[in-house]
């Protein structure tokens, strides 16, 4: 099992960008399905984004569809995040997630311990 640590949070005005990286533990990491989740003020945890273990297909949130991109270097064992166009209801804790050779958006039994991203207007 591989376990996750993110970063590259922090505070942005509105329409600038962030990218987050995910570092993953574990010579397994390329099997990993990997994904984002955010939870913001007062919210529920919620999907943003996944990427599959194999093929690269990937999967978004219709909230952020054309302005984040999922990304993975399995030779560094990190995933990434790039959030372009940000808005302040983008404001949340944002979590790292895997699956083992799976494919679905509620099947993450790994996390990692977040990062805030915070987008002032």
């Known amino acids: 099992q591989v376990q996750l640590v993110e970063s590259g949070g922090g505070l942005v005005q509105a329409g600038g960008r962030l990218r987050l990286s995910c570092a993953a533990s574990?010579?397994?990491?390329?099997?990993?399905?990997m994904g984002w989740f955010r939870q913001g003020p007062g919210k529920e945890r919620e999907f943003v984004a996944a990427?599959?273990?194999?093929?690269?297909?990937?999967d978004y949130a219709d909230s952020v569809k054309g302005r984040f991109t999922i990304s993975r270097d399995n030779a560094k064992n990190t995933v990434y995040l790039q959030m372009n166009s940000l808005k302040p209801e983008d404001t949340a804790v944002y979590y790292c997630?895997?699956?083992?050779?799976?494919?679905?958006?509620?099947?993450?039994?790994?996390w990692g311990q977040g990062t805030q991203v915070t987008v002032s207007s």
């Open positions: 574990g010579r397994t990491f390329s099997s990993y399905t």
């Open positions: 997630a895997g699956q083992y050779r799976g494919w679905g958006r509620n099947e993450y039994g790994t």
């Open positions: 990427i599959r273990w194999s093929g690269g297909m990937t």
